[in-house]
């Protein structure tokens, strides 16, 4: 199998009113009309690569936000052997383009349009892209996300012989704290914040450090204030979500299920289960402060062959 990722690249239309518009790509080498996307890197993580993938295509920033449908379809592989090609997709909010963003690439890509969705999908040659691009179509435009972590891996309970807010991240838990500090910023947060455990703090303090902001504490987020129900920590994740500025938060496994459970059964998305895995990440897209999907990452590992 090959791997594969890009978004479905947005922004505000131009024009007046409350339309978007998208972005599609002219690829001389397949004289077609494509959305961005490109192959996997060597130890990338699949958003990583659709942000890699779009910038390098369009020259723009942006912040990841819902998945979108995938595609597959065989391609020819190494050896001349026929492969299958999986592609995933993300919503992708348009940013500035920086100077110096070495686009365009006019060996890959010669043109770049922003099109309203409708006139997009006239344009799109393949239907695979049209397919996705009404996936984001059929969802709203999502203005914040809010990436919901899980601490990493820790020390053995039993064998700690401190008190258990003081228990540390063991190496699995490390090295999941920097896969987080590696993936979690296409999602464009401007805020950290973490539960008072320090295995907690310590899961996203490497994220906080390269984004160049502090770790903000809310015992809110933490088990000990929330042990008959969550309404302490989902009266502070609305919070976080009125401000608007998209951000991550590490809290614990006694918490993120049921406040995920209890905002998507207020919001009326339906979430077949709740997992939380040590490491993982619930990101969470919000609509006018109401959540429309919440994507779950079992680990922020590279993507696998």
Not at 96 to 106: A, Q, T
Not at 258 to 282: C, F, M, N, Q, Y
Request: hydrophobic share 40%; glycine share 8%; proline share 8%.
């Amino acid at each position: 199998m090959l791997q594969a990722a890009g978004g479905v690249l947005w922004r505000k239309s131009t024009d007046s009113g409350n339309g978007v518009e998208v972005a599609v790509v002219h690829r001389p080498r397949y004289d077609d009309w494509s959305l961005p996307k490109g192959k996997v890197d060597d130890g990338e993580h699949l958003a990583v690569t659709a942000h890699r993938e779009v910038f390098e295509e369009t020259g723009f920033c942006s912040a990841l936000s819902q998945v979108l449908r995938p595609q597959e379809y065989p391609v020819t592989g190494p050896g001349g052997q026929p492969v299958q090609k999986v592609v995933s997709f993300w919503a992708m909010r348009a940013g500035r383009r920086p100077e110096g963003s070495g686009w365009p690439r006019p060996d890959e890509i010669d043109e770049l349009r922003w099109l309203s969705p409708e006139t997009a999908e006239g344009l799109l040659s393949r239907d695979a892209d049209r397919r996705t691009l009404q996936s984001f179509l059929a969802a709203p435009q999502v203005a914040m996300t809010v990436a919901l972590v899980r601490h990493g891996s820790a020390h053995n309970k039993r064998r700690w012989s401190g008190p258990d807010d003081f228990r540390p991240l063991d190496a699995r838990g490390r090295a999941e704290a920097l896969r987080i500090a590696e993936v979690l910023p296409v999602f464009g947060p401007g805020r950290v914040l973490s539960a008072l455990p320090s295995r907690c703090t310590a899961t996203v303090q490497p994220l906080a450090a390269r984004l160049g902001v502090p770790v903000e504490l809310m015992s809110a987020f933490g088990e000990d204030d929330n042990p008959r129900n969550v309404d302490p920590a989902v009266a502070a994740l609305d919070k976080v979500v009125a401000m608007g500025q998209a951000a991550v938060i590490c809290s614990q496994g006694g918490v993120i299920p049921d406040v995920l459970a209890h905002i998507a059964e207020r919001d009326g998305l339906s979430v077949a289960e709740t997992p939380s895995r040590k490491g993982s990440a619930w990101v969470l897209s919000f609509a006018d402060s109401r959540l429309v999907a919440a994507d779950y990452f079992e680990d922020l590992a590279p993507a696998r062959p």
